[in-house]
């Protein structure tokens, strides 16, 4: 594939190597809070990768069964964080009572200090019949039990709560299935309560299009910090709002140490060639060595030139999400707009490294 060829992940036909080097080194060597890393090979290409633009420690949701190869690709550049196994076909148990012994051999064998909990509402199309009630709610029984397992162990939590806007109007219109956006955060706030160890929300705690309610979450909540991963969709509703309002409330929580660098990229094997195993839909997003590493390229380069740069036009990430909500003025290859935020150097630290620092690298080397 030439790097001249757009695609979904280089719109521009873009040199990922070259833009690497034109943004230079990041002020401080970045930790990506937030992963999902498979795979020998998929591995040392986002080595690679992650290497070009500044990444130095990664913290991944790995399944349990791949983490020994990736941590042999790796080494200790790569934490995990215990997730359910979603290969496992009975997927109550895997995110409901099974998800307690995977959390323990996470712990166990690989000395995972974070826990996630996935509770997107897609949840309720995936685990259905008698056990969803277990799972279904963030607060659920199960979760609840999950949670205690991971508190007993010393772990702190990451949350997976509701999901975009353009989700919520349109897969997750009727809300007697789904509910509605705020009723997720609720039980989230309940958990928040109950269970005082940190929680980080990712996905810029789940409501990136609304930066005033996050404001009085975080407010309402010591215990609670955010990631910014989910490259797409945090690039798309950050760059809808002011810049002078996005780029206050980084220097409101982001300087405060509650904001967190991640990208979500989405590495496996599967990625490295057309032939796919069927084993996620993210497989589909590279078929190649070289359009896995514009993928994972894409990502590092679409943040830092959020974050670092003055830039505002088009993003390079084509997203489907545009043409979900206005099929009508949107096509696959459509991307939103990125306005470039530039932050200051100090405040650039602190989200890239000082706080996950602060609270993740202390986190795990206690005792």
Known sequence: MSARTPTPANRFGLDYRAEAARLGAPVVPIIDAHTHIHGERASRIYDEVRRLFGVVKTYSMTQIGQAPVVREALG???????????????????????????????RREFDARIMKIWASPR????????????????DSPARIAACEA????????????????????????????????????????????????????????????DLGFLDGLLS?????????????????ELSRHPVTATRAFFEKWGAAGRVLFGSDLVVMEDQLSPAKTGVSAMSDLADSPESAFELYASRYFA?????????????????????????????????????????????????????????????TIRE
């Open 220 to 236: 309402r909540h010591d215990n609670l910090y955010i990631d910014t991963s989910a490259t797409k969709w945090v690039v798309r």
């Open 303 to 363: 943040l830092r030139t959020m974050f670092e740069t003055a830039y505002d036009g088009e993003s390079p990430i084509a997203d489907p999400d545009l043409m979900m909500v206005e099929p009508a003025k949107y096509n696959a290859m459509s991307g939103p707009r990125l306005r470039g935020l530039s932050l200051p150097r100090e405040l650039l630290g602190v989200l890239y490294a000082g706080a996950a620092e602060r609270l993740v690298e202390e986190w």
């Open 76 to 106: 200790d550049t790569l934490r995990f964080i215990a997730i359910p196994t979603w290969s496992d076909p009975d997927k109550a148990n895997a995110h409901g009572m099974g998800y307690v012994k995977t959390i323990e051999r996470f």
């Open 150 to 209: 991971g508190r007993d162990l010393g772990m702190m939590y990451m949350v997976h709560v509701a999901d975009p806007d353009t989700w919520f109007a349109t897969k997750y219109a009727d809300p007697a299935k789904y509910g509605t956006k705020r009723s997720h955060y609720e039980a989230l706030e309940r958990m928040l309560d109950r269970f005082t160890n940190p929680w980080i929300a990712a996905h810029m705690g789940g409501w990136p299009e």
């Open 123 to 138: 949840l309720r199309d995936i685990v259905t019949g008698v056990g969803a009630v277990d799972v279904r709610d963030i």
